[in-house]
């Protein structure tokens, strides 16, 4: 129970390799108290708190999940959405502007470009800063919502089978993934074109902990998955469009894809996504894609309440 003691208490959430099984449990605990709570109760763990948001990168779902949450909980937010709006435009710097935030509002999520800089931000910002996707390499809270969906809707993660398939070089919110999975006793299989492999770079410390399979082959394991996590090949990130157009497509989840899986598996995808799930997925009872997008609702309402309240909830 989470009423004494509460270790995410003013802290700051950059990294998932700053967590643990533990921790992850502790806030999955904390989702299904909010999922239950009466709204009037809800209303009362962030009574009187504001979230500062700073988006220097697109979203609709981190921005608007983490706006939904703090007003479940009866908090209110603001923020800046549109940074060419700004003083940023001004040529005001990441510092000042996360600066003048801290003293606006009681916690803050940040979105940028840059690897670390959710990091840098929690360096300068009086208030705990989370990170709401930095660079290529993290998503922190992403992946909580996403091993928080596979638990409602599996069950279990521990013994799950897992693919994660797509741009496994740029999405920053596989790296987080994989580092929240590997608390977790899962086989692990990464699909990927050739040139989209996963960074050895950046899983080196992951690997240390567990074991995954690389793989071009969509078909190779499909029908032995639990859970197939699909993502968007990063038109943004790549340095060349022509390399963009060579894997553009290379992989859709449609109809035939499906029926070669499991009847009870899951599919995730971290949205928004292309063509790389059909739209008629979206009726089959494996699609759990925008269930996701819910709970990432109730997981980031959580995670505020715990980072407000001193005891919890
Ligand atoms: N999954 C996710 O981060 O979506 P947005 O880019 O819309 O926030």
Do not use: C, W
């Amino acid at each position: 129970m989470i009423q004494s003691m509460n270790e995410f208490f003013q802290k700051d959430i950059i990294s998932v390799r700053d967590f643990d099984k533990q921790k992850l449990e502790s806030i999955f605990d904390a989702t299904n108290k909010i999922i239950k709570l009466k709204p009037n109760d809800r209303r009362e763990i962030g009574r009187g708190k504001t979230l500062g948001y700073l988006f220097y990168e697109p979203s609709t779902r981190t921005r608007l999940s983490f706006e939904a949450a703090i007003a479940s909980i009866g908090g209110t937010s603001i923020g800046i959405s549109n940074i060419s709006s700004s003083s940023t435009q001004k040529g005001e710097s990441l510092a000042d502007t996360v600066r003048i935030m801290s003293i606006y509002s009681d916690v803050l999520v940040l979105r940028h470009p840059l690897d670390g800089s959710s990091r840098f931000a929690a360096e300068i910002s009086e208030k705990s800063v989370i990170n709401g996707g930095s660079g290529t390499e993290e998503h922190p809270t992403q992946a909580i919502q996403d091993l928080f969906t596979i638990k409602k809707e599996k069950n279990k993660i521990d013994g799950l089978k897992i693919g994660i398939v797509g741009d496994l070089k740029y999405g920053r919110t596989v790296y987080s993934l994989l580092s929240a999975l590997s608390y977790y006793d899962v086989d692990v299989h990464l699909i990927s074109p050739e040139s989209l492999k996963i960074r050895t770079d950046s899983t080196y410390e992951i690997k240390k902990r567990f074991s995954f399979t690389e793989s071009t082959d969509l078909e190779e394991y499909i029908d032995d998955l639990d859970v197939v996590y699909v993502t968007r090949i990063q038109k943004e990130r790549f340095p060349d469009e022509e390399e963009y157009i060579k894997v553009k497509g290379s992989y859709v989840i449609g109809l035939d894809i499906t029926k070669k899986m499991k009847d009870d598996a899951i599919i995730l995808h971290p949205l928004p996504r292309l063509d790389e799930i059909s739209a008629e997925v979206d009726n089959t009872k494996q699609a759990k894609y925008f269930k996701q997008a819910e709970y990432g609702m109730y997981t980031r309402a959580a995670l505020l309440g715990l980072i407000l309240n001193e005891k919890g909830f």
